[in-house]
């Protein structure tokens, strides 16, 4: 078994999803690993990977890299990010309905880049297994077509949610209203 295979059988049977693995000349393996929906971990019930599951997954790698004689300087074990990469179908699938950056591999109509709403083709050619990525391009809502092998890389569009930042019990409209012309009332 190679090193890979070990890393991907060790942390899909600890109950994460392998997001990514990437190992650098300096001895770095880098493993980024995700929860899976619905699934019960002994670090509570979070969204999100927390350091209690790095460090499980961290402890067992070690344990499971020394006995398969894996060269390797440093580890470490961490979440996707906000923006986590969509690697596979499966991954399509899960965050089907969020907002997504997708680079395609060849140009269409002069862009590469596009910004939207992913969801699954559910009409013509693409049905069943293409995708669909909804966009505003200014003016209107535009659908671009694409399928999972067009695209060279697909990442989730970080949601940053900052409670508090307005003062409480004010909706947005009051707070936004003193502070368009600099915060000095007229």
């Not at 961490?78 to 591999?105: C, H, M, N, W």
């Amino acid at each position: 078994m190679s090193w890979s295979q070990a890393v991907e059988k060790t942390v899909t049977g600890l109950g994460y999803e392998l997001v990514d693995v990437e190992r650098s000349a300096g001895g770095l393996l880098r493993v980024y690993i995700d929860r899976v929906p619905g699934r019960a971990y002994p670090s509570g019930e979070h969204e999100f990977v927390t350091v209690e599951d790095c460090e499980a997954v961290t402890r067992q790698l070690q344990y499971v890299l020394e006995v398969d004689n894996v060269d390797y300087a440093r580890l470490e074990v961490s979440s996707p990010g906000l923006d986590r990469p969509l690697k596979r179908v499966e991954d399509y699938a899960r965050f089907a309905g969020q907002e997504v950056l997708i680079t395609l591999k060849l140009p269409f109509q002069g862009r590469k880049k596009f910004q939207g709403t992913l969801h699954a083709a559910t009409e013509g050619d693409n049905a069943g297994s293409g995708w669909q990525l909804i966009f505003n391009d200014g003016k209107v809502d535009q659908v671009l077509d694409f399928a999972f092998d067009e695209v060279r890389e697909a990442r989730l569009v970080p949601v940053l949610n900052f409670k508090g930042r307005r003062g409480k019990g004010a909706p947005a409209s009051e707070q936004s209203a003193g502070e368009t012309d600099g915060g000095q009332e007229q």
